[in-house]
């Protein structure tokens, strides 16, 4: 499939049961069409890693991922040498007593012993054209980390000292994610699109639930949907995304729920908060409140 259009976008999306709107398709073709990586930032749940999981999808492109953390390094992210098999191969010279040794130290720094991590894999060329590179949860990283990044994503290249420089053929499709524990610097954001991905509104959750729990009844959506909508406007530690909303949704009809209770939200709460100080906060008469109060705001 091509996305030679924002429509064509949204629809291939869609295909993959992603439903965006149509600013997320429009930056997204415009990603595709020149070359440029796509920074999304969102709260948790928003859908951001699951676009570059469409996007491969729709594409027939594989997905390579590289989820950061604090700590992480450019060798952790590009390659490392098999030590283990590097071991090996020179107890093997010892044993037999006739390698010369420079001729083992370059038999051993070879394609035969490196292991690929995301951005090397990135670089090599892929059966059905370039693939997508997830580079998620940027955030969790730290500053030299992006700096690391910023240049390898502004030459499509990395350097292997032993080996030399591996530049892509085809420059991967580049995605990044960030849940804004921190801010990332704008330096790397400036070689990117930017979108912030939100919640969505009320129509477009509805669709987004029947394209991922497409067994739950309409009014059994509109009443889940109402409700976390309803959820997010309250003060917690942290609001439930459109994940949780899908995942609370198939724990409800796992229990054949059919309609909303009390005590069905009292006793799946924890499908949609993942803090005990969130669920205290829903003890007592505040579920049913809320329950009334999203009711009432179902559009017609």
């Known amino acids: 499939m091509k996305f030679d259009s924002i429509d064509a976008v949204q629809a291939g999306l869609a295909q993959q049961d992603y439903i965006c709107g149509r600013s997320l398709a429009t930056v997204t073709f415009l990603a595709l069409k020149l070359g440029r990586p796509l920074f999304l930032e969102g709260e948790a749940g928003t859908g951001k890693t699951e676009i570059a999981k469409a996007i491969a999808a729709a594409l027939g492109r594989r997905l390579i991922r590289l989820q950061c953390y604090e700590g992480l390094d450019a060798a952790s992210a590009v390659y490392e040498w098999n030590f283990a098999e590097q071991m090996i191969a020179i107890r093997a010279a010892e044993a037999t007593g006739g390698t010369d040794r420079a001729a083992l130290k370059a038999e051993l720094f070879t394609q035969d012993y490196l292991i690929e991590r995301p951005l090397l894999q990135a670089m090599r060329p892929q059966p059905g054209g370039a693939p ?13 980390f992006e700096a690391f990044l910023l240049e390898a994503l502004s030459d499509f290249q990395v350097t292997i000292p032993e080996l030399g420089t591996i530049k892509a053929p085809e420059p991967p499709i580049v995605i990044l994610t960030s849940n804004r524990t921190r801010e990332v610097h ?22 987004i639930l029947h394209a991922r729990a ?28 459109v994940a949780e909303t899908i995942d609370w949704a198939k724990c409800l009809l796992a229990l054949d729920v059919i309609d909303l209770s009390p005590a ?12 005990q100080d969130d669920i205290q906060k829903l003890e007592g008469s505040k579920a049913k409140q809320i329950l009334d109060e999203a009711r009432a705001s179902i559009p017609v």
Do not use: N
């Not at 400036?190 to 939100?198: K, N």
């Not at 006793?267 to 908060?273: C, P, S, Y």
């Open 132 to 144: 997508v590179l997830l580079i998620d949860e940027l955030d969790r990283t730290d500053a030299p």
């Open 186 to 207: 704008d330096a790397l954001k400036r070689r990117c699109l930017y979108h912030w991905v939100d919640y969505p509104d009320f129509d477009r959750e509805i669709d």
């Open 214 to 241: 497409p067994q739950a009844s309409a009014a059994l959506s509109r009443e889940v949907v109402a409700f976390v909508q309803r959820l997010r406007t309250e003060d917690l530690f942290k609001k439930p995304g």
């Open 264 to 275: 069905v939200i009292a006793d799946t709460l924890g499908a949609i908060l993942k803090y």
